[in-house]
């Protein structure tokens, strides 16, 4: 079946740091790819997306380019705010279905 | 636009007990799904309803159940609670597929 494998974290960084969080699928066919964000004590918000092989989407200095040799979805962002703590999902969607599957998360803590 | 709504927002229930967690979707929407999250499983899907049926459903048993109503709203019950029932109980919403899943803030339930 689908399956997404994030980076385990939680990942530390000073504000102003390079942010990389890993993530790899597994599905058939051609998924659409996502990131959600989870602020503590809410819900997930989604982050950006991607649909075909090469997009790469983008939100508020977020970036996500869909692999598909790779099979991978990996989120950046240049330069990381204390605003930006919070747990990140990779989730995909199958073709045709409303479903997602998501990896486990990632925290994410920034530090002044 | 309001966002999704769920009620209520926190609940604790004795085991044994059944419990009804509900969901308004944005208005207009008319893909409502819901998502268990907990701390060892991560995210999982229950299941999806679209113009009050059932589309779509996870891997949980039987007690749990949900339905739509004419008016998109949602309402998922759980029989016979377990332990292990304690989680964030998530409900997305859509316009339809592929459109994109938008949260609500989730229902915790805690089992004691």
């Known amino acids: 079946g689908d399956s997404v494998t994030q980076m385990e974290g939680p990942v530390t960084l000073s504000e102003e740091a390079f942010l990389t969080i890993n993530c790899t699928y597994t599905?058939?066919?051609?998924?659409?790819l996502f990131w959600y964000v989870q602020y503590p004590g809410e819900g997930l918000q989604l982050l950006l997306k991607?649909?075909?092989?090469?997009d790469k989407g983008s939100n508020k200095g977020f970036e996500a380019t869909y692999r598909k040799e790779t099979t991978s979805f990996h989120l950046e962002k240049g330069s990381v705010q204390v605003s930006d703590s919070a747990v990140y999902f990779c989730a995909l969607r199958t073709t045709g279905y409303s479903t997602l599957t998501f990896g486990k998360g990632t925290m994410l803590l920034v530090s002044p | 636009k309001a966002g999704v709504t769920q009620t209520p927002r926190y609940l604790i229930k004795t085991r044994g007990q059944q419990v009804t967690l509900s969901c308004s979707p944005i208005?207009?929407?008319?893909?409502v799904s819901w998502y268990q999250q907990t701390p060892g499983q991560g995210l999982q899907f229950l299941f999806e309803y679209f113009s009050e049926t059932q589309r779509n459903k996870g891997n949980f048993p039987g007690r749990f159940s949900g339905r739509q109503f004419s008016n998109s709203r949602s309402e998922m019950n759980v029989s016979t609670l377990e332990l292990g029932d304690s989680a964030l109980y998530l409900c997305?919403?859509?316009?339809?597929?592929?459109?994109?899943?938008?949260f609500g803030p989730g229902t915790r339930l805690t089992v004691t």
């Open positions: 208005s207009g929407h008319r893909s």
């Open positions: 997305a919403s859509s316009i339809d597929r592929p459109y994109e899943q938008y």
């Open positions: 991607a649909t075909k092989a090469d």
């Open positions: 599905a058939t066919g051609y998924p659409s």
